[in-house]
């Protein structure tokens, strides 16, 4: 079995709205796929893909091929990269996983594609598990619906919302840490929490602690959490304890494979050092858990203690970030303190601002400078780096206040934008380091005048901008934080900011989707602060467009009706020009805009025009490459990141160019279309500037005096350039829609025309705007009626001359032309007929009431109140007889009593007036005689009178558009009630207020070289009046009336356009999907509303469908339109659909809204029908469902193409969609398997099922009693339906299920929607005879079928062993499944168990379990968590969906029906064993950092397991126990197995809970109620344990499944199943070889049961989960699970797993001698020596340790001992650790059980008696893997160690060094040798010495019967020990003196005495000879001849020499 998990992938390009994406998977032809996920950047899977490989196993060179595709879209169109996995690792290592991280994806041509993928492979060989492959075998199909969650999966949270995580780090074993005799523990920080291992001793630790950590955190800020771990020396003080430490981040542990690091050795550092070299080693184990995402399991490798295969070392790059803050610049101005009160303009002061960074959890701040606009601060912030960086950004913010809490701006530096690793260039081009600058940054924040509209957009408005300059350096920041940035470096970053004058110009095409009146709107464009009617810093410019009164489109929205007069905005600034900058990034991004259209068209391309559309792309893209490189290689590079990315770009086009030129067009799109995209994706990553230094343009909404919403637009986007129309942006001088949004609703949608430039450059800006522009100035002569007469006197609250909003303005006599400007003609009156439209424009129907008011008379009567007609509020209006039909309008029904309310029968309702002349607070529908006024309503309805030209030209027509000249004279006034209402031009009855607008145009005095748009910024002139005409008289009059000095209004600009272009959008609106519903509600009655530019239209109201089918075509006739047509194609206005449910009256609720784009054809002769696309609808919680639609734009032209276009059809009142947009449909049908309903909440009496697809439903009768069947009385059902043929168009199949009552109530009680109904390839399949597992047949009838055996003849030596073996248990059969051969005391050809590391329903054999009926849960109707999370479920519904086609022929018969033959639905008493083996990977419950576990089941209301049976203080408990129960199924279906904390005072915690579906596993086909075990025993441990035997078992299984009944012969060899024929011989090679063996005719049973492929004996490994923490892993289970229907008889014997009990050993350790230990001491003499003894203990029994005596006065570091150590000590040999239990305190109430590796350690010290002995070396021995022993001491030497000591470990693998042989004392039992004894210095290990030892191990019975022992105590035997012989010198010197002098003195320096005598003797002759020379010569002198003479003469001789010493020496003593 090959096995692969898809884990995640990462496309950098991902949009986050394509059609979704998966990954294929192909391996020896048979391809596999994941399930489709949304196309994000980082998609998970966590999906595990198999392929069987039956008798065919891994060969070398096998590889496998993957690729990641689009969902929906032809090969080889949808690809995003493939790549190739070769599998030689697995076919090595089958054990260990291959794990792939980051596999970088290629194209078709091997180039990278910049899209990777991380996965790992598994391989199971063939027969590991005991089954046998047969030809019957067939896999069955995929369930044809998208998988169900698990219940357990918790609710997905918003995008960015906070979510669930959990970080696990477990601390396995140090190794060579740095030190002597030292005891470390370990400290490990997760975030801010702090954990800490027991103490442990020596340098190689074993821990095994697990430390957990949850946090609630969104994902981004999860990642950046620090994980740090710390190896402390528990015996040093505090400053020196620190051993090496170890950092690094969550999401380095979250990118790797499974979210996971496993068995990792971490290289532990000195951080004062960290270059140094390495402190020693720590193996761990960390692992992330995402809420809903489980964890890849690594088993322990092999090498466990291969250090370099499996080692994470820390980044081996340090540097530094230099962060330098110069100055900022346009700072806002400080706020009130109380916004109630206004501020005066100007006395306003600036803020005291101060800036903060943070970078990688570090942040700084600069000083707090006094309040400015412009504050220096010239400061440099230091942060530390490593490479490659972990944390990708630097967060800035402006700060305001003395103790700068309050942020005013933020801005965020992304290093991936201003660095390159290099991996994204090819060809030598290196990558760069950070840098940035010098350059402004803009910072963006909070408006505080827009804080109330509760924008969700916080950080819309400029800010501010900071001038920075980042800059990386090598090295480590030498603990500096900040510094003073230079005086020279200051001076230099000037000559970088020369400004240059900017104009900004938009001209407002459109405005709709507006808020309703009255308040009149304004839009505001502004460029920094520049433009910003708030901002008092910068001049005021024409940047806010007039006021304008939206007006009803006629059918639900508003828009301004602007028509041929635009309105027109300019701004003037100054900013650096960085055109260099601007230029290559919109060249690139054209570049990149061509290409992605070229992409898309080849990607819909077919047949012969793929090579001419491929043809285009390549020459496009060679040319484009060319045009570019000549643009770019003159770019001036002021900064180093410019250098850098100019680089970068010219190294990219320049290889994209040649391989576009070395490209075939002929090579077909399979070759050229994944290159192309390659090349668009490493354009696209190259096309950003982080130095853009100019800020967003910014366009806000002005509801009155509010801001409601707003918008930004990228600078670069419209900024001009004189390179050409490449190198502006893309929508410079372009017509573009944009949205303005605010809290997820959109406020208004514009459709405008923007242009950025330098002023100089703005000559042709006046061609580009295709009207003709007027400058005017505008001021509103203001009147009131009194005493009959208008004029300005009584003018109380408004001025005598205003703007359009009433706010004071200057005369008309006083208002100058700007400064360049003059007067073009006289004033002229001409009113704004836009503000006059009223409410009732483009409404068809007007309600129009009337209040008749009376009073109560004297007398009690009632009689006409003074005010006898009013409004609602009580306003006089006229009497309903007075009231006339207006123009236009027609009244339908005469006057009205609005009898209906709180009214009487008459209609009247009664109060009391609170004072003279004023109308009752309150009115009341009964009459009291204290009552004092009444009044009824009176109604009447007028209707519009349908007007040829419509509603359109009738609002046209009223603003006289297009009119040549002016038709209103210098009395058009507009008149109103009221100075705040509506103003008409007709007056009427009780108007007391009167205006009009005086206009006066103006143009240039002379014709600028300019655009004269920008040239009125500033003040007006102050020109000679003398040519002025004088005021008129009356406006003289009131000159004193207008005092206060008031500012000028600047000129107002229009845009006119002549004549309109009509065009006719067409909305096919076909479908709408998976609408939610709103609030609690099960259904909606949807309609869709569709705006386009000032036009509305809407869909019928379907009732009671969350999908509903419209089939509508809605129709926009004669839409205007304004401008060149081929703008309109270029950029075609947005078409918005909104969904609402209009159930009831009113607006309706907001279900969902997309934005869509139409087709434009300017010429209809060549239009093609459009394409049905879904579109995604998001709704106020996110995605709300999609939209199946399609948009076109028609020109009409006046030569009346248009009309030949044929009309939609009418259908029943409405247009339906014509053929060729319409999606094919035919006939299919969809089988429905309505088994039951489970898990049903509340009080559900009757429950049925409804099922809804493509405009069908269909209802199952109900249930009549749940309690006691809650499956339904009918289960099969079918259902025929009409759906379309494409695969992306079909609906999905909604499930409701209502609950029966009386009188007809049928409330909903859930609903879900299944997603991906596929149809079936091929045929429908056929009868069910040959269905179930026993699948593929062939033709030959009756032929004998050759099986492959799955067990191997056995090997005489296993033969041996298992002759010598003991009786196996379970156990034996679970470590064999683990694949330790040495656990289970077994051979190799017994019975065996499947260990599946998953569970059962997640294996993919199995198909979830779900292969007779699946599980749907049901939500509440309507109902969505909080923060737009998924709903918890309230019930499953069972069952299964088929759909396949059906003939369209009647004739044609029907294929066979599916659900047939179905198992009966009655509950079944069922008997359920439950296996609990044992748990790991459990969180710790208590202080301690353990739990105390114990099992609890429970089954409907049984629940076993007692608290006192919990195993204490352990994460790993071993629990092998067994629980029986009795239930019902399916009332009693679901079981859970839970694990509880046990705590001395209750409740106990839970730890985790598993639930297990009991009636899938009865159902399933699989087989899954009992596993198959491999061999038939009739006794024993695995004696057969089923109710039936296997030849009943396999005919029941045929007659299950529809096969007929197997035959077997008499001898039972021979059995005939499914049209075949078996021989036992095919699975036994000659007789049985285990013991209790069956008859043959039950063991072939077996096997070909077995080979079916059902569920065999087996082990599964669930996860638990708490309810406490949702989706994440608890720790895991293994366990399993037996069920047996009481009808089928009783079962077997259960099954004993009593765990095994660890064993006592005995380890005999004799220490005969050492050499060359290290001499530590020195004597009197000046010798090196040691007295020398040895400790020795087990590893975790320190209290045990035990010593040598002392060999004292070693000179040569020899010692003899001759003592024995004996340590008795249990052994688990399942798990091969010793067991040491014990209390940790003398508090404790439970023993603690400690499991830790056998390891002896001994240690070598030197002893002193007035001092602290000294640690000579240490020698640790592994019993399980132990060193072989040298045979002398001279070859005894130290082996290389595990790693290198290297701080390069990237050179290890040319020097891997040799590991040493190992055994194991567990079956060596006896070794003997020397050992080399280990010590540190510094941070390098060396020989100390040398041991010789005997190690022996005994069993507690061998040690009984041989007994030894300690030292050479009795009984010395076994060996006898004699006492050590040792030289005289070991003893003390005080008691031999002079034997320590001989040895001490003479045999140690015995040549230099010898030598030194030997001088001493020939210096004394020398001595004699030189005193005796002088006389011997004066003799000479004297007496030549004197040794002539003989005899006596000699004699005499010799007595005068004598006489002459004698004489010599006496004078020598003289003084």
Not at 1104 to 1109: H, S, W
């Amino acid at each position: 079995m090959l096995r692969l998990l898809v884990a995640n992938a990462h496309i950098p390009g991902a949009t986050g709205s394509g059609p979704g994406v998966y990954v294929s998977a192909c391996f020896r032809g048979v391809p596999r796929s994941t399930r489709v996920v949304p196309e994000e950047h980082s998609p998970t899977w966590n999906e595990t893909l198999a392929w069987p490989l039956g008798a065919r196993p891994l060969r070398p060179k096998t590889n496998l091929s993957l690729r990641l595709r689009h969902w929906g879209q032809p090969a080889p169109w949808g690809d995003l990269g493939a790549t190739t996995v070769s599998l030689d690792q697995l076919v090595a290592d089958p054990k260990l996983p291959l794990s792939l991280s980051q596999v970088p994806l290629m194209d078709s041509n091997g180039q990278p594609t910049g899209c990777t993928i991380t996965l790992c492979c598994f391989y199971v060989p063939h027969g590991t598990d005991g089954d046998a492959t047969v030809p019957m075998q067939r896999r069955v199909p995929p369930p044809p619906v998208s998988p169900v969650p698990p219940m357990h999966s918790p609710s997905k949270p918003r995008a960015g919302g906070k979510e669930e995580f959990q970080v696990r780090v477990r601390v396995i074993e140090g190794h060579q840490l740095q030190g002597n005799n030292i005891k470390p523990v370990v400290m490990v920080f997760i975030g801010q929490h702090r954990f800490r291992t027991r103490i442990r001793v020596g340098n190689n630790p074993y821990y095994n602690e697990v430390f957990y950590q949850s946090f609630h955190q969104t994902l981004e800020q999860m990642l950046m959490e620090p994980i740090r771990i710390q190896v402390l020396n528990s015996r040093a003080i505090r400053f020196k304890a620190i051993i090496g430490v170890f950092q690094l981040d969550v999401g380095t542990v979250y990118h790797a494979p499974g979210h996971s690091l496993s068995w990792k050795w971490l290289s532990l550092q000195d951080p004062q050092c960290p270059d140094a070299g390495s402190c020693g080693y720590l193996r761990v184990s960390m692992a992330v858990l995402r809420a809903g995402e489980p964890v890849l399991e690594e088993e322990e490798p092999e090498g466990d203690k291969d250090v370099e295969a499996n080692l994470l070392q820390p980044s081996p790059c340090a540097a530094t970030l230099q962060l330098r803050i110069y100055r900022a610049e346009d700072l806002p101005l400080a706020e009130p303190a109380l916004h109630c009160l206004p501020s005066v303009r100007g006395k306003r002061s600036f803020v005291a601002a101060a800036v903060r960074a943070g970078f990688a959890g570090r942040t700084l701040c600069t000083q707090v400078m006094p309040p400015s606009p412009n504050p220096v601060w010239n400061e440099v912030f230091f942060f530390p780096l490593r490479l490659p960086p972990i944390c990708d950004e630097i967060q800035l913010a402006i700060l305001s206040g003395p103790r700068s809490s309050k942020v005013l701006g933020t801005a965020t530096l992304h290093l991936s934008h201003i660095s390159s690793a290099g991996a994204e260039c090819e060809e030598g081009t290196p990558g760069f380091l950070p840098c940035f600058g010098p350059c402004f940054l803009p910072f963006y924040g909070p408006r505080a005048d827009a804080a109330r509209t509760s924008s969700a957009y916080t950080n819309v408005a400029y800010r501010g901008r900071v001038l920075l300059e980042l800059s990386t350096h090598m090295g480590s920041p030498d603990g500096h934080q900040r510094g003073t940035i230079n005086l020279e470096d200051v001076i230099r970053v000037q000559s970088h900011l020369p400004r240059h004058r900017f104009g900004l110009c938009g001209v407002f095409y459109s405005a709709t989707m507006v808020p309703a009146g009255p308040e009149l709107l304004r839009f505001e464009l502004s460029l920094g602060n520049h433009g910003d009617t708030g901002d008092v810093t910068c001049k005021p410019a024409a940047s806010i467009t007039p006021h304008g009164c939206p007006v009803f489109d006629g059918n639900r929205y508003h828009y301004l009706p602007w028509y041929g007069d635009k309105p027109v905005v300019t701004v003037t600034s100054s900013w650096e020009d960085a055109a260099h900058r601007w230029d290559a990034l919109n060249l690139l991004r054209a570049v990149c805009r061509r290409l992605e259209k070229n992409v898309k068209e080849l990607r819909r391309a077919h047949g012969d025009t793929e090579g001419d559309i491929g043809r285009r792309l390549l020459q496009e893209l060679v040319g484009d490459c060319r045009r570019v490189l000549a643009q770019l290689d003159a770019q001036p590079t002021p900064t180093p990141l410019d250098t850098h990315l100019r680089a970068a770009r010219l190294h990219l086009l320049r290889r994209v160019g040649t391989a576009a030129a070395a490209v075939n067009p002929q090579d077909g799109c399979g070759t050229l279309l994944p290159m192309a995209e390659a090349w668009l994706r490493s354009m696209g990553a190259l096309a950003v500037e982080p130095q853009a230094a100019v800020p967003d343009v910014l366009l806000w909404m002005l509801r009155g005096e509010r801001r409601v919403a707003c918008a930004r637009i990228p600078a670069p986007d419209i900024m001009f350039s004189r390179r050409g129309p490449d190198a502006c942006g893309r929508f410079c001088g372009r017509l573009l829609t944009l949205f303005l949004v605010s809290s997820g609703t959109i406020h208004a949608q514009l459709r405008l025309r923007l242009w950025l430039g330098p002023v100089a450059d703005s000559g042709d800006l006046p061609r580009l705007i295709e009207g003709s522009l007027r400058v005017y100035a505008e001021t509103y002569e203001n009147q009131t009626k009194l005493l009959g007469k208008w004029g300005a006197r009584g003018l109380t609250g408004s001025p005598c001359f205003s703007d359009g909003a009433g706010r004071a303005g200057l005369p008309r006599h006083r208002i100058r032309p700007p400064r360049g400007w003059r007067w073009d003609g006289p004033w002229t009156v001409e009113p704004q007929r836009r503000l006059l439209l009223d409410t009732e424009t483009n409404v068809g129907e007007v309600l129009e009431e009337v209040y008749e008011n009376e009073s109560r008379r004297p007398d009690g009567d009632w009689g006409p109140a003074t005010v006898a007609s009013t409004d609602a509020s009580g306003e006089e209006v006229p009497r309903k007889e007075e009231v006339l039909c207006p123009q236009g309008w027609h009244v339908s029904d005469g006057w009205r009593v609005d009898v209906m309310g709180a009214v009487d029968e008459a209609g009247w309702e009664y109060g009391v007036s609170v004072g003279p002349g004023s109308p009752p607070a309150a009115w009341h529908p009964t009459e009291k005689t204290y009552h004092t006024h009444r009044r009824r309503r009176w109604l009447r309805t007028r209707r519009r009178v349908p007007s040829v030209q419509g509603p359109e030209q009738d609002v046209a027509t009223f603003l006289q558009l297009h009119r040549t000249e002016s038709a209103a004279g210098s009395e058009a006034w507009e008149y109103g009630s009221l100075w705040s209402r509506r103003f008409h031009l007709q007056q009427r009855a009780g108007d007391v207020c009167r205006r009009r607008c005086w206009h006066r145009h103006m143009v240039p005095a002379q014709p600028p070289t300019v655009a004269p748009l920008f040239l009125l910024e500033g003040s007006p002139d102050t020109e000679d009046t003398a040519g002025e005409e004088e005021p008129p008289a009356a406006e003289q009059k009131t000159r004193g009336l207008f005092q206060s000095a008031q500012e000028q209004a600047l000129p107002l600009i229009l845009c006119t356009f002549q004549r309109p272009n009509f065009f006719q959008l067409r909305c096919y609106i076909f479908q709408a999907l998976e609408l939610s519903p709103h609030g609690t509600k099960s259904t909606a009655d949807p309609v869709a509303h569709v705006s386009f530019v000032y036009i509305s239209q809407s869909t019928q109201v379907l009732p009671r469908t969350l999908d509903p089918l419209w089939d509508q075509t809605l129709l926009f006739h004669r839409v205007l339109l304004y401008g060149d047509p081929r703008d309109v194609q270029d950029g075609p206005p947005a078409v918005v659909v909104e969904v609402f449910d209009q159930d009831g009256g009113g607006a309706g609720d907001f279900l969902g809204r997309s934005v869509c784009t139409p087709d434009v054809w300017l010429d209809v002769g060549h239009r093609r029908p459009p394409r049905l696309q879904r579109y995604p609808l998001l709704g106020s919680r996110g995605r709300a469902g999609e939209l199946l639609a399609a948009f076109e734009l028609l020109h009409d032209t006046e030569d009346g193409a248009l009309a030949q276009v044929s009309s939609p059809p009418w259908r029943q009142g409405i247009f339906s969609i014509p053929m060729g947009v319409r999606p094919v449909l035919r006939p299919m049908a969809l089988e429905v398997l309505a088994w039951g309903l489970r898990g049903l909440r509340g009080s559900v009496r009757a429950p049925s099922l409804e099922v809804q697809c493509g405009g069908r439903v269909l209802r199952t009768p109900p249930i009549a009693d749940p309690a006691s069947n809650p499956n339904f009385p009918i289960n099969a059902f079918l259902l025929v339906l009409t759906l379309p043929l494409e695969q992306e168009l079909m609906p999905p199949v909604r499930l409701r299920v209502l609950d029966v009552r009386d009188f007809g109530y049928r409330p909903e009680v859930g609903q879900t929607c299944v997603r991906g109904l596929r149809q079936p390839r091929g045929q429908p399949p056929g009868p069910r005879q040959g269905s179930g597992q026993g699948g593929h047949r062939d033709g030959d009838t009756g032929d004998t079928v050759p099986v492959a055996v799955p067990t191997s003849p056995r090997s005489p030596q296993a033969e041996e062993e298992a002759e010598g073996e003991e009786e196996e248990d379970w156990w034996s059969k679970f470590y064999a499944a683990l694949g330790d051969k040495a656990k289970s005391r077994r051979g190799t050809s017994r019975d065996s168990l499947k260990l599946y590391s998953c569970e059962l329903e997640a294996v993919p054999e199995f198909e979830g379990l779900q292969d007779f009926c699946r599980s749907f849960p049901l939500f509440p109707p309507g109902a969505a968590a909080a923060g737009g999370e998924d709903p918890q479920p309230v019930a499953e519904f069972k069952g299964l969906l088929h759909l396949y086609p059906v003939p369209e022929d009647p004739a044609e018969p029907p294929p066979p029906r599916r659900f047939q033959d179905l198992p009966p639905s009655q509950p079944q008493r069922c008997l359920v064993r439950v296996y609990v083996v044992r748990a790991f990977d459990l969180p710790p419950r208590d202080r301690n950092g353990l739990c105390d576990p114990y099992i609890r089941v429970s089954l409907g209301a049984q629940t076993l397991g007692q608290r006192d049976q919990y195993v204490p203080n352990t994460l790993e408990p071993v629990f092998g126990r067994v629980f029986e129960l009795m239930g019902t199924i399916p009332l009693e279906k679901d079981l859970r197995v839970s694990l509880l904390d046990y705590d001395l005072v209750p409740p106990d915690q839970e730890i985790g809970t598993t639930t297990i579906d009991l009636e899938n596993r009865l159902l399933s086909r699989f087989r899954a109620h009992c596993g198959l075990p491999a061999l038939y025993c009739t006794a024993g441990p695995g004696c057969w344990r089923d109710q039936l035997p296997p030849s009943q078992t396999l005919e029941h299984f045929a007659r299950t499944q529809g096969l007929p009944a197997p035959e077997f012969n008499a001898e039972g060899t021979e059995v005939i199943f499914g049209d075949h024929r078996f021989l036992l011989s095919h699975f036994e090679r000659g007789p049985p070889q285990h013991q209790h063996h069956g008859e043959p005719r039950e063991r072939l049973a077996l096997h070909v049961l077995r080979a079916c492929h059902l569920v065999p004996e087996h082990l599964e490994t669930r996860t638990l989960y708490s309810s406490t923490q949702p989706g994440l892993e608890q720790g895991k289970v293994q366990m399993w699970v037996d069920v047996f229907p009481i009808h089928l008889g009783p079962p077997g014997p259960p099954v004993d797993i009593t765990p095994r009990k660890p064993q006592r050993y005995e380890l005999r350790c004799v220490v005969w001698n050492t050499r060359d230990v290290d001499l530590g001491d020195t004597n009197v003499v000046g010798q090196q020596m040691s007295d020398i003894y040895i400790t020795g203990w087990l590893a975790g029994l320190e209290e045990q340790r035990q010593s040598t005596d002392v060999h004292y006065r070693s000179l040569d570091g020899s010692g003899a001992f001759n003592w024995r150590f004996v340590f008795p000590f249990e052994y688990l040999a399942a798990e091969q650790r010793c067991v040491l239990p014990g209390r940790k305190h003398f508090w404790s109430l439970d023993e603690t059980v400690l499991k830790v590796p056998p390891k002896l350690i001994l240690q070598v010290w030197d002893n002193d008696k007035f001092s602290a002995d000294d640690f000579l070396g240490v020698l640790e021995l592994d019993l399980t893997r132990l060193p072989l022993p040298a045979p002398h001491a001279r070859s005894c030497s130290l082996p290389l160690p595990g790693t290198p000591r290297s701080r390069w470990p990237w050179a290890w693998p040319w020097r891997r060094p040799q590991t040493p042989p190992c055994v194991s004392l567990f079956r060596q039992r006896q070794v003997r040798g020397w050992w080399p004894c280990v010590a540190n210095s510094g941070s390098e290990r060396r020989l100390s010495g040398k041991l010789e030892l005997s190690l022996e191990l005994l069993t507690a019975k061998e040690a009984e019967e041989r007994p030894a022992g300690r030292a050479r105590q009795e009984p010395n035997m076994y060996p006898t020990l004699p006492p050590p012989v040792r030289p005289d010198w070991s003893f003390l010197w005080v008691q031999a003196p002079l034997h320590a002098l001989r040895h001490g003195l003479w045999r140690q320096h015995r040549g230099r005495i010898s030598l030194g005598l030997a001088l001493l003797l020939l210096f004394a002759l020398l001595l004699t000879f030189v005193y005796a020379a002088p006389g011997y010569l004066a003799m000479k002198l004297v007496n030549p001849l004197q040794g002539l003479h003989t005899g006596g003469d000699g004699g005499g001789i010799g007595k005068h020499l004598a006489v002459g010493a004698e004489h010599h020496k006496g004078a020598a003593h003289k003084p």
